[in-house]
């Protein structure tokens, strides 16, 4: 299984002026994950086989997956807001709303501060929007 390295570099030929950071790298491990894990990155790449010609960029998932697994987020207790009209925005859909966005991004944001990845489409600004917004 292939796990994503993050700011590390440990060999004598690399040198960094910022010891590594924002440096990423993917590692390949057989015996990493369990058998279901495993198989659930197997299905992963098997997709972005199959749809390689309509969505060209990977979408992270194998990242996606790994670090869901790395820092587990409560998500699943807040309430998804489906507002279908403007009377039904009230502070708490707002707040809960909110919420739900920066514990998906705390998420994927690594150790030392930056959100690796894949960016496709316009939403590689969102990131660095959140951030400079909180």
């Known amino acids: 299984m292939w796990k994503l390295k993050l700011s590390e570099g440990n060999d ?59 820092n587990p987020s409560e998500m699943k207790q807040l309430p998804v807001a489906k507002v279908k009209r403007e009377e039904e925005i009230t502070v708490e859909v707002v707040d809960n709303t909110l919420r739900r966005t920066l514990r998906f991004f705390s998420t994927l944001q690594t150790e030392d501060g930056f959100w690796p990845g894949d960016y496709g489409g316009p939403m590689f600004l969102l990131p660095g929007l959140v951030g400079s917004s909180s």
């Open 12 to 70: 004598p030929w690399l040198k960094s002026v910022n010891n590594h950071v924002g440096r990423q790298f993917w590692e390949f491990d057989p015996q990493l994950g369990t058998p279901e894990e495993r198989a659930q990155v197997e299905n992963y790449q098997n997709e972005f086989t199959k749809n390689r010609f309509q969505m060209k960029h990977s979408s992270d998932l194998l990242m996606r997956f790994q670090f869901a697994r790395e």
